[in-house]
């Protein structure tokens, strides 16, 4: 496919580059994410709440690893000169860092999501609960969105380690939000996988807003003054 | 004849520099160094022809194309390394150098292979393990083997040991060889320029301040010692960019050397003692305390 303006074959050896590059790390990643799934799938009590700490741990911990080796490294190891001197754009640039970090993350994202799923669905846990873990999820993409966002468009370490931690740390508040919300924690203990108006709300909110977060930073990066 | 590259009115401002108005080309199949203290302006200028950065104000055409817009075009055939760029340290300049070679079809193997040999590089080693010197040479490397049009290289020699800044020196004339390429590199080692270069230019303050071809660069030069008092008003006396009074030996420095300059000095009794040619790491520092004016 040939799209007018865009450097495709070089966007494309780019993001092999990256996935090349961390392909190792996220193994271990989805690896610690399976044994977090069996742990869940054990159904035991003490087993459910270490997986799903676990679980969430190895999200954060993979969506952190993604942007900072990336993004961050590339710059702080002054690579990003080097790329930016092959035959790219910034917009070449952008849809090749977004890319290969989406790919990257959501590898192991949505390999860990289908297996909570998979483990909730074939397991004695109650099917209820695959709601509340979807929207968990869903937030881990939009906190994901938010730091790759500020990774890209902010130079300084010091707000991007904030805008990782920051958004990542929220999961907590998030996680009491949704035992507030009857409608949704209402269905965690039962069979029945409801999803009720606040719950697709809430799923429609988190990838809209993550989508606009990513599509506003590639307008603002292709007006960046400087890439190096 | 095609510019290897054109700037008009260039400008880019930081918070604490500017560079300023620039305007310079350099016809295809030449070489052009930039000479500057640090903080000139040589890395900005090289960064912008290079797609690096963006320009606040002003124009770029490099090998016919508009910068920034024709970039991808540009960067085709464009090699660019500069003293901050990096490689990826956990990867083998193998790794590089097949992934140049994906993205470069003019990349040349064999001469890949020649480098190798005469830098004495292990292209399985991985990029940790190299000496500064070694990561140099692997830049410099990756983008002589991919056959560019126009080379622009950021103090190419600076930290490297006189052997290693041999062999750099060595294979950038071999790539002159080759008319049709075109090469601007900045050094703060006037000697590297004065050996490869066939034009100058001398950035200072975010300003070019001249950019002549070497010959008649070093042709106008002349370091005159004379045997006697400076007599006056230097305003009369625009050739002489600097004067040095040593006891009864007075020592000039002429930016514009005639033998119509050397009747004029005996005609207000000086004796002449010697004329020198000056070297160029001379006249850029006469240049630069003389305010500019070469």
Known sequence: ?228 | MTAAFAVTGLTKRYENFALQDISLSMPEGQVMGLVGVNGAGKTTLLRLLSGLSRADAGTIEVLGHAMPAQQVAVKQELGFASEDMRLYKTQTLRWHMDFIRSIYPGWDEAYAAELLRRFDLCAEQALAGFSHGQRVKALLLLNFARRPRLLLLDEPTTGLDPVARDEVLQALADILRDDARSVLFSSHNTQDIEQLADTISFVHGGRLLESRDKESFLDDWRRVVCQGSWPANESRWPEIAATRQNGSLLELKVRRFSDALLSRLKGQGLEIRSTEAMSLEDIFVTTVRAGGAA
């Open chain 1, 1 to 228: 496919m040939n799209v007018p303006g865009l450097n495709l074959p070089v966007i494309k050896l780019l993001i092999a580059k990256d996935w090349l590059l961390f392909q190792k790390q996220l193994a271990a990643y989805v690896t610690a994410g399976i044994f977090a799934l069996c742990l869940l799938g054990m159904a035991k009590p003490w087993s459910f709440y270490l997986g799903s700490l676990m679980l969430i741990v190895v999200l954060v911990a993979a969506a952190c690893f993604s942007i900072s080796t990336s993004l961050l490294a590339e710059r702080k190891e002054h690579t990003l000169a080097f790329v930016m001197s092959l035959p790219v754009t910034p917009l070449d640039f952008y849809l090749a860092k977004l890319l290969g970090n989406l790919v990257t993350f959501l590898v192991p994202f949505l390999v860990m999501l289908g297996g909570t799923i998979a483990v909730i669905a074939f397991t004695p846990l109650p099917n209820g609960l695959i709601v509340f873990a979807t929207l968990v999820f869903g937030y881990v993409l939009l906190a994901y969105a938010v730091s790759l966002s500020v990774a890209m468009a902010v130079e300084s370490e010091g707000w991007n380690t904030f805008a990782m931690i920051g958004s990542m740390v929220l999961i907590n508040p998030f996680i009491m939000l949704l035992g507030q919300i009857h409608a949704i924690s209402g269905y965690t203990n039962t069979e029945h996988v409801v999803w009720s108006a606040p719950a697709v709300s809430i799923l429609l909110a988190q990838v809209v807003l993550s989508v606009a977060v990513l599509v506003a930073t590639g307008w603002a990066h292709c007006r960046k003054p400087a890439f190096y």
